[in-house]
């Protein structure tokens, strides 16, 4: 095996409920997460509690995608 040459230093925060804050590297702002729509639905968040956002799995989608 050769040595390590990245390692990715992230933290991740629960504010509440489906809201996670997201610390990356080369970023100096962190990424809110949450919930919108169908997934709402899915997780039976109130869509009126919190406000739209991209869901981790936006964020999955988009970088296999890249």
Same mark, same amino acid.
């Given at each position: 095996?050769?040595?390590?040459?990245?390692?990715?230093?992230?933290?991740?925060?629960?504010?509440?409920?489906?809201?996670?804050?997201?610390?990356? +590297?080369? @970023?100096?702002? $962190?990424?809110?997460?949450?919930?919108?729509?169908? /997934? #709402?639905?899915?997780? &039976?968040?109130? +869509?009126? @509690?919190?406000? $739209?956002?991209?869901?981790?799995?936006?964020?999955? /989608? #988009?970088?296999?995608? &890249?």
């Amino acid at each position: 095996m050769t040595d390590v040459v990245y390692r990715s230093e992230v933290t991740v925060e629960r504010i509440g409920g489906p809201i996670r804050r997201a610390h990356l +590297p080369a @970023r100096t702002e $962190p990424i809110t997460f949450g919930v919108h729509s169908e /997934v #709402a639905e899915h997780y &039976g968040i109130d +869509p009126d @509690r919190y406000p $739209p956002d991209a869901t981790t799995l936006d964020y999955v /989608v #988009a970088a296999a995608a &890249g």
